[in-house]
């Protein structure tokens, strides 16, 4: 298939498209003005692909890709482990928020990547005289899912396996361990491959493969479930690491309490870590940034910024990725506490357009309403972007669930609102202020509950694909290239909008109150 056969435009249509658009913008900043989503409108093109062919696997930053453009905001009322497992099976990546103490935020890390693995490279063992009740304490305290244990004796070396029937047949739970494990285990050498592993199990009936070297010391390990869901099941549509893991992130600070979290979270194999302030482009975060990028061979996406000065900077820096977007979300006041913020399309462009020189990948943060805001982000320059009250009313969401006028809802507050800042340190550190004397820059309230979080992507993703067919645009990275723009007017907007009517059945992807 040539590449005109997948509708990727050849290289000099491509740049007359691209300055095409830099065209308008550099005419709309030539006017001081500075446009969001609802200024704006992509244009129609020529288009050989479906809206249900259309390609929108992208990146999050350099080294961690994404099969839809979407991640969950770092915020405690939308991401903690439910939320990441459930976005990174369908495709995209949840960042577990920072209001969490390093370890609490760390085991969350772990539930995420335990939940499906390929092979597991380091199971959790425990040592043969712990007692039943000692090990159930502790998959209590460290929420975990699976109820086998790998049993080892003093010198580390495999001796039996505690399954769910020996823990659910054992009365006495002061028994060691020892005592009441399965000692029959059917093992297998380093090196065995999906496909043999699951023949193994199979073939054996064990639900469990543990992987042993020539000390009988532990390698690894396969879980029959994981294994043949990876093989056999959905799993095409997940975003997972090269071990089959899903992929997941995290958000950290700056100075001490970065290098405190990331330490905790590579050791549960953290896919990327998001500086993740108010101000991007700061001298703590440029420290910080650089100094993670000395210690660990991990990469690091820094946010939020506005400005493409800030995103030289950061690219410069090290970054892996930006965050981009200041003020633009539902419940954030910054804008209006503090008087600064630039309107998020033109951010997009302005920061996108440096970075791209640097090949570093942009995230817009914040402002989305509606599906169709998603293809103009990226039209704009974006490679992803990230929702905190698009995915706030999920069931995946963590925010408490409460009643009004009989209508079911969910808290969904903002990290710079009092509350959270009350709750965590996190929330302080990221908007540089002190335990007391507080100044908010975000709000708490409610958003209608919307159901399983799956539905709520289809939706997203099927709005996505059809402003890519409408562009003409078969991929991603010809929506960012090939995308033009026209500004609208009021009378425009009310327009875009359904208009002369009573609306009496909304549809999934449009309430009236959005607007």
Not at 117 to 126: A, D, M, R, T
Not at 339 to 362: D, L, M, N, T
């Amino acid at each position: 298939m040539t590449r005109s056969d997948k509708n990727v435009l050849t290289t000099p249509a491509r740049k007359k498209l691209i300055a095409k658009r830099d065209a308008f913008f550099k005419q709309i900043s030539d006017q001081g003005i500075a446009l969001t989503y609802a200024d704006v409108r992509l244009t129609t093109g020529y288009s050989a692909t479906l809206p249900d062919h259309v390609n929108v696997e992208s990146k999050f930053s350099r080294n961690v890709g994404l099969k839809i453009p979407f991640a969950s905001a770092a915020m405690d009322t939308v991401t903690e482990a439910e939320m990441a497992i459930e976005i990174a099976k369908l495709g995209g990546i949840g960042v577990i928020h920072k209001n969490f103490s390093p370890q609490e935020q760390a085991a969350q890390v772990a539930k995420v990547k335990f939940h499906l693995n390929g092979l597991i490279e380091k199971p959790i063992c425990v040592d043969e005289n712990m007692s039943v009740g000692e090990i159930l304490a502790y998959k209590k305290e460290r929420e975990f899912n699976f109820h086998s244990f790998l049993i080892t004796d003093s010198k580390h070396r495999l001796i039996g396996i505690l399954t769910k029937n020996d823990f659910d047949f054992c009365e006495d739970h002061s028994l060691k361990a020892k005592q009441v494990m399965t000692r029959k285990i059917i093992t297998a050498a380093p090196g065995v491959g999906l496909r043999e592993a699951y023949r193994i199990m199979k073939e054996n009936k064990k639900k469990v493969l543990p992987l042993i070297d020539r000390e009988g010391k532990i390698a690894g390990l396969y879980t029959f479930s994981d294994v043949k869901r990876i093989l056999f099941g959905d799993s095409k549509v997940f975003n997972v690491d090269r071990n089959g893991r899903l992929r997941v992130a995290a958000a950290v600070g700056v100075y001490d309490d970065a290098f405190e979290r990331v330490e905790k979270l590579m050791r549960e194999k953290i896919d990327l870590v998001i500086i993740d302030t108010a101000h991007g482009d700061s001298k703590g975060v440029l420290e910080t940034l650089r100094t993670l990028k000395k210690r660990y061979d991990l990469d690091v996406l820094v946010g939020n910024i506005s400005e493409p000065e800030s995103a030289e900077r950061l690219c410069r820096a090290g970054a892996d990725g930006l965050k981009v977007g200041q003020g633009p979300g539902s419940i954030c006041t910054t804008r209006i506490i503090a008087g600064i913020g630039k309107p998020q399309v033109s951010a997009i462009y302005e920061c996108a357009k440096v970075a791209s020189k640097f090949g570093v990948p942009v995230c817009a943060d914040g402002g989305l309403k509606f599906s169709g805001d998603i293809p103009i982000a990226i039209g704009a320059g974006a490679h992803s972007v990230m929702m905190g009250n698009m995915l706030a009313g999920t069931k995946e969401s963590p925010g408490e669930f409460r009643f009004y006028q009989g209508v079911q809802y969910k808290v969904y507050r903002g990290m710079g609102s009092l509350a959270a800042m009350e709750s965590g340190k996190g929330s302080r550190e990221r908007y540089n202020q002190g335990k007391n004397d507080l100044v908010p820059e975000g709000m708490e309230g409610m958003v209608p509950y919307k159901g399983p979080l799956k539905e709520v992507i289809y939706q997203y993703v099927g709005g996505l694909r059809r402003g890519m067919g409408y562009v003409g645009a078969a991929d991603i990275e010809a929506l960012r290239a090939i995308a033009q723009f026209v500004r609208i007017t009021e009378a425009g907007k009310a327009e875009s909008h359904p208009h002369d009517i009573i609306i009496t059945r909304e549809a999934p992807n449009y309430q009236e109150k959005s607007r």
